[in-house]
């Protein structure tokens, strides 16, 4: 992604408030996990700040269906553990996510880090 643009910033404006802080750390764990998001497929393709913001992308994303066979196991053991991190922490993300959004960060290793 070369810049934030204002149709970017509000897809994520809107997937932010449509998902939980929890939800976002899931995805970025499981596309961390999924050699075909991450262009391990024969065509080289890699998952995209825009392919994750289409919410029927984001919920097949969360929903492990682009796992890999290693990345799959140990999922529910993850979402477990991301449920239980305290609300102040998730409100404390949602607000950083946010002025991510609102200063046009567009460096995803950066919202990445956020949602973390």
Known sequence: ????????????????????????????????????????????????????????????????????AQGAAGTSARRKSDREIGMGLARDRRTALDRAIDEGLTNLDVIEGIVR
Do not use: C, H
């Open 1 to 68: 992604m070369v810049k934030l643009t204002e149709d970017r910033k509000r897809k994520a404006r809107t997937q932010a408030k449509r998902f939980s802080i929890d939800d976002w750390a899931n995805v970025w764990r499981n596309i961390e996990q999924s050699s075909f998001l991450r262009g391990g497929n024969e065509r080289g393709w890699r998952a995209d700040f825009n392919f994750i913001l289409s919410e029927s992308n984001f919920v097949k994303i969360l929903e492990g269906k682009y796992d890999s």
